[in-house]
């Protein structure tokens, strides 16, 4: 008992970012003690969120999520495929999310980090089980060709909730693509030419407009931490460094629960906390719902 | 586990849709034509506009972002900072690079994996300007991530094994170099001068500045020039292919010329960070 005591005499003749530094703890209760945050949000505020659509001129589609300063650029890429023959006219989506040493200082080249796989799997299976993607429109030639679907996610800065930002540029990327126009030539699929669309006529054409992929119940994620009786919405990456329960809501847009996760932790959360964590992701999944709507109408102005 | 599309079928061969008209490569130059237009439309000696801003990544001590036309490049530095349990006692300071690409940098899906070549080259040009012995026994990392390969975008490479060839023509190198030197000096580490890189590619008897992707893989030869303008000083010269000597004296002083204009928007980029700070 002798630390915390003496942290707490210590406080009020030190400076401040050295307490921050040497009791972080004590600190952070200080502040949740007054319902704010270090940097001044209250405790079920998230940060501020941008999304920008077509950031990456050599994609398909492509979108750039920025909450707080964690940013993250998503970017589709098709290609063509036979489809497998359990599910021959269906298409794939392969979902890659990758930390790049850029993004924080505990990545180092050649060996990835430890948070890069676990965002990845959670990302495919809450796309997957969302709906949100018809795998069906996909497909260009039943039995014989369909899209495949890369989906690479790239962590620029992290700084807590990489999972919320990362679905949310996905989500964004996917409501971006345009699929490109193709035509059935020997039995390949080539690009049409923009040029040649008319006149090409003994090509069989299989896709003939750039189209949009028309998407189901759009998935979107809060990630709280649980701190003794304290719920604080959207963490930094310090708090997550802090305090370590976290939980992930994951609501679609007509606020049916898509999935939840809850990762161990020293906290064990009550269901009224799990519930309390639940009605924030709600409010949460309006705002996050605008900013999509907003940034897409945006791009159609252009 | 039966709903698992995204990683059962990754194997899966794909291919890229590619327009059937650019199999065969169409003559992009022929013997002593000069009217030749590049194909974003500058003049042969024109280069890429420059755009560099810092600040880029919050968590590293300094960072910059670059943009020349479609290349876009983000360079962390971290540190000076407790170099790797294995390094021996060293009483300079280490300076460790690394480059990389994403998948969607180039204009068929790649493999996103780190750069070698690249990450030897950005080293070596970087080390000479850089005053190692203001942190001794630390090591200064420079990551680069490059987000967008240069080339324009309806130029698609014909076939996948002929990437490779292009995969190591000198490509975003410069930016790269121009961008981590923003960077370090966003990061407040000690340097001669900032470190500006231009290359030049030499196509039948024209030289152009600031090739993109497309002109790379026409190319004779190319020079890459790596120097600190205000010292006049070159801290890297790579030259492959083939050059004639007046050819070469030439390139060489356009790249110098090139350089010293684009050291000094790397300068105003930090004067401008500088002055935000302090208002």
Redesign the interface.
Same mark, same amino acid.
């Given at each position: 008992m002798g630390l915390p005591n003496a942290s707490e005499d210590l406080s009020s003749e030190m400076e401040v970012d050295a307490f921050r530094r040497l009791f972080p703890l004590r600190y952070f209760e200080r502040h949740l003690a007054e319902s704010i945050r270090p940097d001044a949000r209250s405790l079920s505020r998230a940060r501020n969120t941008t999304i920008s659509m077509g950031a990456v001129a050599s994609a398909d589609g492509s979108a750039l999520a920025k909450i707080g300063s964690t940013t993250m650029l998503a970017a589709i890429k098709m290609e063509v495929m036979t489809p497998s023959l359990e599910s021959p006219d269906e298409g794939c989506v392969s979902i890659d999310f990758h930390m790049p040493p850029i993004c924080s200082p505990l990545v180092r080249p050649g060996r990835p980090a430890e948070a890069a796989p676990v965002v990845a799997k959670q990302l495919s299976d809450t796309i997957s089980s969302s709906g949100m993607i018809n795998l069906k429109e996909l497909s260009l030639v039943g039995g014989k060709a369909a899209w495949m679907v890369y989906l690479d996610i790239y962590c620029l800065d992290a700084d807590g909730a990489l999972f919320d930002a990362a679905l949310l540029s996905a989500v964004a990327a996917f409501s971006n693509l345009q699929i490109p126009t193709v035509s059935l030539d020997d039995g390949k699929i080539v690009m049409l030419p923009e040029e040649q669309k008319e006149e090409n006529s003994e090509k069989e054409p299989v896709n003939k407009e750039k189209r949009k992929l028309t998407l189901g119940g759009i998935p979107f994620s809060l990630t709280c931490i649980l701190h003794k009786n304290y719920i604080l919405a959207d963490p930094t990456s310090e708090e997550e460094s802090i305090m370590e329960t976290l939980v992930t809501v994951v609501l679609d847009s007509s606020n049916q629960l898509v999935s939840l996760y809850k990762p161990g932790g020293a906290v064990l959360a009550y269901t009224s906390a799990v519930q309390d964590c639940i009605a924030l992701t709600r409010q949460r999944v309006k705002e996050l719902h605008q900013i999509l709507e907003e940034a897409i109408s945006g791009m159609e102005i252009d | 586990m039966a709903?698992? #599309?995204? @990683?059962t079928? !990754?194997a899966?061969? !794909?291919?890229?849709? *590619?327009? #059937? @008209?650019r199999k065969t490569r169409p003559p992009i130059f022929s013997g002593s034509d000069v009217d030749w237009l590049r194909p974003d439309s500058r003049g042969f000696h024109q280069c890429r506009p420059a755009f560099f801003r810092t600040g880029?990544?919050?968590?590293?001590s300094g960072?910059a972002y670059a943009e020349f036309g479609?290349t876009k490049v *983000?360079?962390?530095v971290?540190g000076p $900072?407790e170099s790797k349990k294995a390094m021996m006692y060293s009483n300079i300071g280490r300076l460790n690079c690394?480059v990389?690409y !994403? @998948?969607? %940098? !180039?204009?068929i $899906?790649g493999q996103?994996s780190?750069h070698k070549d690249f990450s030897s080259m950005l080293h070596k040009a970087l080390e000479g300007a850089i005053i190692l012995e203001t942190f001794p026994k630390t090591t200064v990392?420079v990551? %680069?991530?490059v987000?967008?390969?240069g080339g324009s *975008?309806r130029f698609?490479v014909k076939q996948v094994d002929e990437l490779d060839t292009l995969w190591f023509a000198v490509g975003d190198l410069p930016v790269v170099i121009s961008c981590a030197s923003v960077a370090l000096a966003d990061a407040g580490i000690m340097m001669y001068d900032l470190v500006a890189s231009v290359s030049v590619s030499c196509l039948g008897k024209n030289l152009l500045i600031d090739p993109v992707l497309e002109e790379e893989s026409y190319q004779d030869g190319s020079l890459m020039i790596a120097c600190m303008p205000s010292r006049y000083e070159v801290t890297q010269l790579t030259v492959t292919g083939e050059w004639s000597t007046p050819h070469f004296n030439e390139a060489m002083q356009l790249c110098l010329d090139a350089s010293a204009k684009l050291g000094k928007i790397m300068r105003s980029c930090l004067k401008e960070a500088a002055s935000d700070e302090q208002e």
């Open positions: - | 709903a698992k #599309p995204s @990683t079928t !990754t899966k061969a !794909t291919y890229s849709p *590619i327009d #059937p @008209t880029a990544v919050n968590s590293a960072s479609n *983000i360079v962390s971290f $900072r690394n990389s !994403t @998948t969607f %940098a !180039t204009p $899906r996103g780190d990392d990551f %680069a991530l987000l967008e390969s *975008i698609l």
